[in-house]
């Protein structure tokens, strides 16, 4: 459609991340640009229990780390290995992320979103609130013209959208982007926000200052397949899972009781005692990677963010917010080009999935593809950390007057002792090396 | 305004409009500086609806107002966009007592024959704005109602009173009308309706009431202290409901009489003074 029989030149759905990066590049382009969100400001329904890697921003946003809402600079990653009675900790700090440009920092998503949006309506995007976006408008040939919302007189159409409703994108499916989806591809990610005097989170986790702590967590889900995490923020800290949902759905659990009893295990109670409950929140996550990505774009249409499934979940790296960014920036960037061009056709924004292929996003999925499916296998949520627990309890272990034994001695006992047969550990090693190294 | 000269600029202040929406833009006690949590009450989107209601029928227009900080031009934005013809916001930053309010708004629109506003806001202020409004107005006043039903060009209104029991009242033009939350459900404004009203032109008045800004202190909420008689009783039970007016110490007190308005009235005034509230 040309543009002066569209009421704008690009409509964003969704005023997340990824919503807001596009709807700025879009705006900055001088192109007229719609945001529709949801709830009743950007970033009001929008939640996570993790760190922003911002370095998309530092082409977005010069210096935003003088602006952006941030609770704490993660200056500290630990991951942590549970079972029921141990716990194996990988500690590293750097004082260089606690200095610009930062390498991840922990934010609410209310104060983050809304001040990404905000960089977008300051270039021009008009951002519309309390606003679904219920179905897509499509002309006679089937290529996208706009969105209908639940308002009155609320059809709108643009040359191009770009969907960046979320993860189970009504919109992408709509569009016939997703050739199917499977329970399997999805995690539930559940968090509580417990409040704690900063000194007091300062002293339990180590900090000071703005400096902040990522721990991540394998192990003591309640055997659900899954993780958890510890995040602080300045004056809270954000203690959470992330459940396999065909497992809780087979195993019939509440993850409220699941993370009732992370709370209480003897590595993280001592950190979380007498925070007071302030919100509990849960949100769906792609989890499958590359396996469950839809198309990313069609005649009139891109899908970015959280919509196309672009979360990255492989154990030692969960990003999400960062990919949304990026995706939004190139799917904005893809309809400036493409509206300049005057084609917006499926062929005018095939340069989104270049892009997209050419940077992180789809590289860092493609050299990890088998990470999520190994990181939520039965092996590595139930019998590796037992195995390694028990590996690294007897090597520091003092049995005099027996002398101490071979690591090599204890590996093959322990191996035994937690039913893992050495062919599954070696080709899991050798996926593990394939996907990390 | 006080102009350089020392002359009051009252000129071009006042918008020709039969129907005023009176909005009050609260921000959020513990985020008074974050808009996201800033917004009105129930009662003011119904009285909006009602304003909106009566324009139509009447076949005039409908002025929003808002006193307030300029983040409240949103709540005048969106009033537009559900179909307000004006908006008028009156800068004004801290909280200013309520008869100056009612002063701001009268001189905003002098000319009001209907003024629609919600009885309480979202910070459950007084909601005296309504009757000073209306004595500055020079305009009939139906505060608190729960129901509207236009009759020509007035309307009956149906307030609450105690014990469950309603009073209509008979109203007419002008007059100041504040209605309870539930009363009516302000329409959803439409999608091309938001993006026009984004645009749209919200005047800026300065009345010269906004110069007493920041007059009002503001206090938690504390009961007047009531001065309480030596309690009567042959045993410390029965001096303990006399205190806490529990049981036969509360049923021995009231009395049912006839009387006159004025008669009655006095006789209020008289219970009152004499159980220690006044």
Known sequence: MSASTTDVDVIVVGGGPAGACAALVA??????????ERGPFPGSKNMYGGVVYPRILDQLIPEWWLEAPVQRWVTRRSTMLLTDTQALTVDFRSEAWGKPPHNG?????PDFDHWLAGHAEAAGAQIITSTTVTGLIRDA????????????????????????????????????????????????????????????????????????????????????????????????????????????????????????????????????????????????????????????????????GDAAALCLAAGIWLEGVNFAMASGMYAGETAVEAIAGGDTTATGLADYQRRLSDTFVLKDHRKLRRAPELVLSDRVQHLYPTMVANVVERMFRVDNPNPKPGVRRILAQERKRAGVRRRDLLRDGWTGFRSFG | MVSSSGVRERHDMSLPSDVVACLKWVSHPGEPHDERFAGISPADRSALEFALVQAAALGTTVTAVTVGPPAAE???????????????????????????????????????????????????????????LAARLGAQQALGIIAVHWQGDGLVATRRLDGGRR????????????VEGATAHLRRAGLSALRTAAHAEVRTVHPAATAHADDAVVRAYRPRARALAAPVGDTPLDRLRALTDSGAAVAARGDTVTLEPAAAAARIAAALHEWGYL
């Open chain 2, 167 to 178: 009073e209509l009242l008979g109203v007419s033009p002008p007059a100041v009308v504040s």
């Open chain 2, 74 to 132: 949103k709540v005048l934005r969106e009033a537009l966009a559900c179909g307000a013809t004006h908006a008028v916001h009156v800068p004004v930053h801290g909280a200013m007592h309520s008869a100056h309010v009612a002063d701001a708004i009268a001189e905003a629109v002098p000319d009001a024959r209907w003024v629609w506003c919600g009885d309480y806001s979202l910070d459950r202020g007084t909601g005296s704005v309504p009757a000073f």
């Open chain 1, 27 to 36: 705006a900055r382009a001088g192109l007229s640009v719609v945001l529709l």
């Open chain 1, 105 to 109: 920092a922990t934010a609410y998503r």
């Open chain 1, 141 to 304: 040939q089937g290529a996208v013209i706009g969105v209908r919302t639940d308002r009155p007189d609320g059809d709108l159409t643009a040359r191009v959208v770009i969907a960046c409703d979320g993860v189970n994108s009504f919109l992408a499916k709509e569009a016939g982007l997703y050739e199917h989806t499977d329970a399997k591809h999805f995690t539930l990610g559940v968090k509580e926000t417990l409040a704690l005097p900063k000194e007091v989170i300062d002293e339990r986790f180590g900090v000071r200052g703005r400096d902040g702590v990522d721990i991540e967590i394998i192990g003591a889900t309640g055997g659900v397949n899954g993780g958890g995490f510890i995040y602080t923020n300045l004056e809270t800290i954000a203690v959470g899972v992330v459940l396999k949902i065909t497992k809780l759905g087979a195993q019939q659990q509440r993850p409220e009781q699941i993370i009732a009893a992370l709370k209480q295990h003897p590595a993280i109670a001592p950190l979380v005692q007498d925070g007071e409950l302030k919100e509990y929140s849960a949100h769906l996550i792609p989890e499958a990677g590359l396996k469950m990505m839809p198309k990313m774009t069609t005649a009139g249409m891109l899908v970015a």
